[in-house]
């Protein structure tokens, strides 16, 4: 990590939390994700055939996602190169590009769209509005449901949506964010035990966990230092209890991390059976001792712990740059 580094992601931090993804800007402009989106789509296209064996396609899997973050992490280093090279004026253009791979206001605008929605709407609002944000189907959820769903989706996505790149970028400058966007997408498109991606989506899925391991960990101990900034000490304590002892419960080795910290802090049971395409997806609940039915201020309170977490990542690069330069 250098000043530099620590500097920019405190900038990018506050600009994506003010501006967020402005809509006017991606109509005119191809969003690197959709990029990184066509690149996946064409080895897809190119080496995932049906006609091919399974283990031809785990190997050519193996072989697109390597390729693919060789040419990310490339792209970041001429990139960082580049703006390094270019003084201030190149800095700028760094924060500018760690601010649109963070998803602080946009993940709080969504989350916050689907209270708003139960409140205005009622059952059918919110249902439209967790479609934009859940895999599951919305129609088969009942209010505290819709609730679950969007606290669930803010835990998770505050994970590998915002922690996740700002660590990368710490750790890595541009080649390590733009990597593991790539990657990130690539999860996302093919990283699914589908027929047609368990073989050839393998690599990418596995890499993911691995890449997304420390900042579900680093987000679970933020979302407890918000707790204990906005709802006290024992909140707090619950938030870091329910975490240790259910984290383990969601099938996903990252994702129980932030949404038990989350489940601890409000005090509500999340996880559980639900319906993804129509089939059942059986799960132990997280805090099966806190209360059962989720609630549209939950959804709130929800979001006020993210933006207070983000407002703790914040500060960690902040905090950093002061004792490089002053101690």
């Known amino acids: 990590m250098t000043v530099w580094i620590l500097a920019a992601l405190f900038g990018a931090l506050v600009l994506d939390r003010i501006v967020g993804d402005p809509p006017a800007l991606w109509a005119r402009l191809p969003h690197p994700v959709v990029l990184f989106g066509h690149g996946i789509a064409f080895f897809d296209r190119q080496l995932n055939r049906e006609t091919l064996a399974p283990a031809t396609r785990r ?22 190169g580049l703006f390094r090279a270019l003084g201030v004026f190149g800095f700028a253009l760094e924060l500018l590009v ?10 709080g605008d969504h989350v916050a769209a689907v209270a708003l929605g139960l409140r205005t709407d009622g059952l059918e609002g919110g249902r439209r509005a967790v479609a934009l944000i859940v895999g599951r189907d919305p129609q088969a ?13 803010l835990a998770e996505n505050f994970a590998d949506g915002v922690v996740a790149p700002a660590f990368w970028y710490a ?9 593991y966007k790539m990657l990130n997408t690539a999860d ?12 050839f989506g393998w690599a990418s899925a596995r890499l993911d966990d691995l890449a997304n ?3 579900a960990r680093l987000s679970s101990l933020l979302i407890a230092a918000a707790t204990f900034a906005l709802r006290g000490a024992a909140a707090a304590r619950r938030s870091l209890s329910v975490t240790l002892r259910d984290s383990g419960l969601h099938r996903s080795p990252n994702s129980g991390w932030p949404e038990a910290a989350m489940a601890g802090a409000l005090d509500i049971q999340l996880t559980g059976p639900r ?3 129509g089939e059942r997806v059986s799960e132990p609940m997280i805090n099966g001792a806190g209360r059962p039915v989720a609630t549209v201020r939950d959804i709130e309170t929800g979001v006020d712990l993210f933006y207070a977490s983000c407002t703790a990542l914040t500060v960690l690069p902040a905090v950093l740059v002061a004792v490089a330069l002053f101690v």
């Open 59 to 80: 190997r050519n899997g193996v072989m697109a996602i390597v390729l693919l973050l060789a040419l990310s992490g490339a792209v970041g280093l001429l990139l960082s």
């Open 98 to 107: 760690v601010a649109v791979f963070l998803a602080q206001k946009s993940l």
């Open 141 to 153: 959820l009942d209010e505290p449901g819709v609730c679950r769903a969007a606290i669930e989706s």
């Open 171 to 179: 750790l890595a400058g541009l080649p390590g964010i733009l990597a």
């Open 188 to 199: 996302s498109m093919i990283g699914h035990k589908s027929d047609k991606y368990r073989d």
């Open 213 to 215: 391991w420390p900042a």
């Open 275 to 277: 319906i993804y395409g």
